[in-house]
């Protein structure tokens, strides 16, 4: 499999460790589930880009997965968070870190970390991390959501989310998302953390998985 995915590396660097201009994010020690779920988005036009609907669009649900498991069973250290050429204010990234962790009830934006791990390193079987992506991917994506530019599986429930979030508020927990440093252990929550009564939980869709497994 590392030999059939040289072509994966070419763009998201050795191991898939992410690219070097920070547009192509990191693969190593995702979910499978979530892999899988993005290689099936590309595949089937919910994602847009056409390189990698080219490399996917003759690829069957089996060997997506493979390929999935493949990169999520790579571990590989994090580099340090770069330093931002302009850092953000001491109050933005104070509400960055509100929004990450706790949510904003009134608002109906639930925490990050609802869905993220307690530890924003993501949760199995199919939810991302979220430390160690750049600044600008980060909001790439936020606005992808916005847009239609990106989409899940009804529910989508990021779209709903996006389009509760100010541009404000995307900003500060975009900017102090990308100055946390990873854990040494970066590995995802076993499973997403258990819903509070106080805070706003939303279905979110998948494809099945391949024969049902996990």
Not at 29 to 35: N, S, T, V
Not at 145 to 168: E, I, N
Not at 178 to 198: F, I, M, T
Request: charged share 20%; aromatic share 6%; net charge positive.
């Amino acid at each position: 499999m590392a030999q059939r995915t040289l072509a994966c590396i070419a763009c998201h660097g050795e191991q898939g460790r992410a690219g070097p201009d920070g547009y192509y994010p990191r693969l190593a020690g995702k979910p499978a589930g979530y892999l899988y779920h993005q290689l099936i988005n590309f595949r089937d036009g919910r994602r847009h880009y056409g390189l990698m609907t080219r490399m996917v669009d003759v690829l069957n649900d089996d060997y997506l997965m493979e390929i999935a498991r493949h990169f999520a069973g790579l571990q590989a250290p994090y580099p340090p968070p770069a330093p931002p050429a302009s850092p953000p204010p001491a109050d933005v990234l104070a509400r960055g870190r509100t929004l990450a962790q706790q949510g904003d009830a009134g608002r109906r934006l639930p925490a990050c970390a609802q869905c993220h791990g307690q530890r924003l390193t993501g949760a199995l079987p199919d939810v991302p991390g979220l430390l160690g992506l750049p600044q600008d991917y980060l909001m790439a994506q936020l606005g992808g959501w916005r847009t239609g530019q990106r989409r899940a599986h009804a529910p989508d429930c990021m779209a709903s989310v996006v389009q509760r979030l100010s541009d404000r508020d995307a900003y500060a927990v975009v900017s102090w998302l990308a100055l946390q440093p990873v854990p040494a252990d970066a590995s995802p929550a076993p499973e997403r953390p258990a819903r509070r009564a106080d805070t706003i939980d939303l279905a979110c869709g998948a494809p099945l998985t391949p024969r049902g497994r996990p």
